[in-house]
């Protein structure tokens, strides 16, 4: 049995008649007795133990995926939906400014969510609430070029070919 005083598990070592445990603490740490201090993470509410920089795994990674170890949130549902309600009420009363979709957002920064059972564009559903439904082979284009915007005074149906010229002169200047 280990020599370590309350330890009755097999000798790993033979000179220093102890298990593997208290041997490999021993050899790295210089006392068989050391034990490691367990951090909590950093962020408010959050209490399990710290990974990297301080934070636990699910908040590092969201800080190292979005700068914020609180983005990326989960969202309940209707979050969203009262989110674009409420944009398209501003943009009826002639808000002027971007409002930005601060959910989902895809490859391009297009704002997306499920709704009725199909991921949607939430700047097509902003286009279609305030300019009527997309005609066929229209798709909706940003006058600010920002596709995080659903202000529906920002955006218009147009043919691809007419919203391409348009992301083209935006970069041009």
């Known amino acids: 049995m280990c020599s370590v005083t309350d330890c009755d598990r097999p000798i ?33 509410g959050c209490s399990r133990p710290h990974q990297a920089r301080g934070m636990c795994s ?11 170890p609180l983005a990326g949130q989960p969202t309940f549902y209707g979050d969203t939906l009262t989110f674009l309600r ?20 895809g490859k391009y920064g297009h704002g997306h969510f499920v709704f009725e059972g199909r991921t949607q564009y939430a700047h097509a559903l902003a286009c279609a609430a305030l300019h009527g439904p997309r005609p066929e082979g229209l798709e909706a284009a940003h006058s600010c070029n920002r596709g995080c915007c659903v202000n529906g005074n920002h955006l218009r149906w147009a043919t691809r070919k007419e919203n391409e010229a348009d992301k083209r002169k935006a970069r041009s200047h």
């Open 58 to 68: 699910p908040h590092y990674m969201r800080w190292h995926r979005y700068g914020d």
């Open 86 to 105: 409420d944009a398209i009420e501003r943009a009826k009363d002639g808000e002027t400014e971007c409002i930005d979709w601060p959910f989902a957002k």
């Open 12 to 44: 790993y070592v033979r000179a220093r008649r102890m298990c593997s445990l208290h041997y490999n603490r021993w050899r790295k740490h210089g006392d068989v007795n050391y034990t490691t201090t367990l951090y909590e993470c950093t962020v408010e």
